[in-house]
């Protein structure tokens, strides 16, 4: 097998688990922003969120990793539902400059809370012995972690979509999603049904900024410095299903891996490039709706 063959598989693989963590954090806003039409930048702040609180878990106090990262994700999946009544729920349907200037300043807010709780440097992620190292297949030696990390992001795809497709409480959100006025008048309760929905997104994005903390780093510039990745994801993929952002988080990890092995000079220039295109061609993403 020659060298280049087992890099691109090497390249390849480690591209689809990191976009196992951004699906994992961006399908929840993107069925939020195309339920609630809801301008929501901070989206990124919860996945921080659930990182200070897994590897805090984890380096302070001992606490296993799968122990961390449930505690972690409920959590921040509870601390949302006040924050969705208090702060969002206000602005619904509300101006968008509005909505941007209220999660713009929860970025900067939250990234300074951080910075003065756990400082400016970034927060270690202590593995246990047995997710260190590697396993050697057929083209060559895979991390452990970026199998975990793909295993993950495999079964929590599958759970997705038998939840969204299969449930009645999948019904109910797909259901606000494609008409809103509809979904209230034959009874259902969209207030809660938002704050749910809202709970679930929230979560989602604390168990991948945990799960992912060791290709995306924790550090107060988390939800600001990663914020376009998070909506490039949305965008390409489509608002109000969890489909697309799976597809186009593929198309993103695996493309900006390959771009930053093959020519790093360039940075993530091919990625914007490669949105802007795709966005020309269907400016709805690749599997929204017009």
Same mark, same amino acid.
């Given at each position: 097998m020659s060298i280049a063959f087992s890099a691109g598989l090497s390249v390849a693989f480690h591209g689809i688990a990191?976009?196992?963590?951004?699906?994992?954090? @961006?399908? $929840?806003l993107s069925v939020t922003m195309g339920m609630m039409g809801f301008v929501n930048l901070a989206h990124g702040v919860f996945a921080m969120a659930g990182g200070y609180v897994m590897t805090g878990l984890m380096n302070r106090w001992g606490v296993p990793l799968p122990l961390s990262l449930a505690a972690a994700t409920v959590a921040v999946a509870l601390a949302s539902l006040p924050i969705e009544r208090l702060l969002y729920r206000r602005l619904y349907g509300g101006d968008e400059l509005d909505q941007v200037l209220l999660t713009m300043g929860l970025i900067f807010m939250s990234g300074a809370a951080a910075q003065y709780l756990f400082g400016a440097l970034q927060q270690p992620l202590r593995l246990p012995p047995s997710l260190n190292g590697g396993v050697r297949l057929g083209f060559g030696e895979v991390p452990v972690y970026d199998m975990l990390l793909i295993g993950c992001g495999a079964g929590l795809v599958t759970a997705l979509w038998l939840g969204i497709e299969r449930s009645r409480f999948g019904a109910k959100i797909r259901a606000a999603v494609d008409n809103l006025r509809m979904a209230q008048s034959i009874g259902i309760d969209t207030s809660r049904l938002f704050a749910l929905? /809202?709970?679930? $997104? @929230? #979560?989602?994005?604390?168990f991948g900024g945990g799960l992912g903390a060791s290709l995306i780093t924790i550090a107060p510039g988390y939800a600001l410095d990663n914020l376009v990745y998070f909506l490039i994801v949305v965008a390409i993929g489509g608002l109000g299903n969890i489909r697309g952002p799976f597809f186009a988080a593929l198309l993103v990890g695996v493309a900006d891996s390959a771009c930053k092995y093959l020519i790093p000079q360039f940075g !993530? /220039? /091919?990625?914007?490039?490669?949105?802007? !295109?795709?966005?020309?061609? *269907?400016?709805? #993403?690749? /599997? $929204? *709706? !017009?």
């Open positions: 990191f976009a196992m963590v951004l699906y994992l954090i @961006s399908v $929840g929905t /809202f709970a679930l $997104g @929230s #979560g989602l994005a604390a !993530a /220039f /091919f990625i914007y490039a490669m949105t802007m !295109a795709i966005l020309l061609w *269907r400016p709805h #993403g690749l /599997f $929204g *709706r !017009a």
